[in-house]
């Protein structure tokens, strides 16, 4: 499974979340059975991957996610400046809420 994080950077240890609008890159992390993280790569937009990750992570709970809705991607709402790392774990812990 792979999930989506619009980041600030490309860092995966300094990057922060950040709005889809503002968002500089986008971590795909791509997880294993566990929800262990297999590999992290980051794209400049998303548009030509819809239909190709199951999660997409976001810090606006009042955004227009229809368009992923319609792919059946699943959107979590995560806390503004968290980190990749920290997104994962809440991932992982199931304390991401889903929209």
């Excluded at 297999?38 to 997409?56: A, C, H, Q, W």
């Excluded at 227009?64 to 792919?71: E, K, R, S």
């Amino acid at each position: 499974m792979i999930m989506v994080i619009p980041v600030d950077g490309d860092d995966i240890e300094e990057s922060k979340i950040t709005t889809l609008e503002k968002a500089n890159f986008f971590a795909f992390l791509e997880l294993d059975t566990q929800s262990q993280i297999i590999k992290t790569v980051f794209e400049s937009s998303i548009e030509d991957k819809m239909g190709e990750f199951d999660y997409l992570v976001v810090v606006d709970p009042t955004g227009d996610y229809d368009d992923f809705y319609d792919y059946n991607i699943e959107v979590l709402l995560s806390t503004p400046f968290s980190t990749i790392d920290t997104i994962h774990e809440d991932f992982i812990f199931k304390t991401l809420q889903e929209i």
